[in-house]
């Protein structure tokens, strides 16, 4: 399983940006697709994930601003943010959990991480 993340960048105090992160390989149909972000000297955070039925979860800093959406026919996952805050500043690295029709998680994939860079 590869993971290809796109759409980081630089972007002002108030901005959006649109993040995407196509699988390609052997996806289960059963997974979990997310972004996660990590900044020097700390520990990767979870920001929001998306089941393949469209459930979703965020991490309670990011609810209201960003919105985690999936596209199965393309196993891409996107994250839309807005309002974005100089304290978004990351690494955003998306993620895909496979998992058994069970729900047994046996597979962890990560992409190659893309830089947004919030300027106040």
């Known amino acids: 399983v590869q993971l290809q993340a796109s759409g980081g960048g630089v972007v002002q105090a108030g901005g959006s940006l649109r993040l995407a992160c196509a699988a390609s390989?052997?996806?289960?149909?059963?997974?979990?697709m997310g972004w996660y972000r990590q900044t020097p000297g700390k520990q990767r955070e979870l920001v929001a994930r998306?089941?393949?039925?469209?459930?979703?979860h965020y991490e309670d800093s990011m609810k209201g601003r960003f919105t985690i959406s999936r596209d199965n026919a393309k196993n891409t996952v996107y994250l839309q943010m807005n309002s974005l805050k100089p304290e978004d500043t990351a690494v955003y690295y998306c993620?895909?959990?496979?998992?058994?029709?069970?729900?047994?998680?046996?597979?962890?994939?990560w992409g190659q991480g893309t830089l947004v860079t919030v300027s106040s």
């Open positions: 993620n895909l959990e496979q998992r058994t029709r069970w729900g047994i998680p046996v597979g962890d994939y």
């Open positions: 390989g052997s996806i289960n149909s059963n997974n979990l």
């Open positions: 998306i089941s393949v039925e469209g459930s979703t």
